[in-house]
T-cell receptor, first 115, second 112 residues
């Protein structure tokens, strides 16, 4: 079946502009995660959605970052008033139920460059 | 708080040699541990995971890892490196499934 898809694959924007990144999880997966990968660093957790529960936003670096998820499908990550330090690869992952030990399946990522 | 340390940001081995990538973790409860691989310009792919069953875990492409609680380690090994193993490898830990905590990654270079 189809894996996790993300769009756009690349995004170049100017400092101060808003950007929206999209994630389509694997069909039937109720858990969805966003991570950020800065150049030369590991992945940082941003936010987690599980079914109808309130999302875990503990990893969002500032109030410029927000995310939504429509039911158990598409999610969008929005970065307002982008800064150069927001430049990174943004990765989305999904898992079946969000249980400990479940495999998270990752999308190819969106490479964001803020000029 | 959970954390992961990967010793060596770059590891270089000759083709056919043993691959050993080190991972140490910190966790307040029995953890779940993962190794992911990222090939150039691709997403992360699961190599293997430890979920409290057998301590020696076998994964794809001939890789395996051993969970050692006393050493808080989960090192990744492969007996014989292949050129196609050149990639970046990430160790990760989770306690509750809500999020993975990743190490900084180790870039593996395989010399011919």
């Amino acid at each position: 079946g189809a894996g996790v898809s993300q769009s756009p694959s690349n995004k170049v924007t100017e400092k101060g502009k808003d950007v929206e990144l999209r994630c389509d999880p694997i069909s039937g997966h109720t858990a969805l995660y966003w991570y950020r990968q800065r150049l030369g660093q590991g992945l940082e957790f941003l936010i987690y959605f599980q079914g109808n529960s309130a999302p875990d936003k503990s990893g969002l670096p500032s109030d410029r970052f927000s995310a939504e998820r429509t039911g158990e499908s598409v999610s969008t990550l929005t970065i307002q008033r982008t800064q150069q330090e927001d430049s990174a690869v943004y990765l989305c992952a999904s898992s079946l139920q969000g249980l400990a030990g479940e495999t998270q399946y990752f999308g190819p990522g969106t490479r964001l460059l803020v000029l | 708080a959970q954390s992961v340390t990967q010793l060596g940001s770059h590891v270089s081995v000759s083709e056919g040699a043993l691959v050993l990538l080190r991972c140490n973790y910190s966790s307040s409860v029995p953890p779940y541990l993962f190794w992911y691989v990222q090939y150039p310009n691709q997403g992360l792919q699961l190599l293997l995971k430890y979920t409290s069953a057998a301590t020696l875990v076998k994964g794809i492409n001939g890789f395996e890892a051993e969970f050692k609680k006393s050493e808080t380690s989960f090192h990744l090994t492969k007996p014989s490196a292949h050129m196609s193993d050149a990639a970046e490898y990430f160790c990760a830990v989770t306690e509750d499934g809500n999020k993975l905590v990743f190490g900084a990654g180790t870039i593996l270079r395989v010399k011919s």
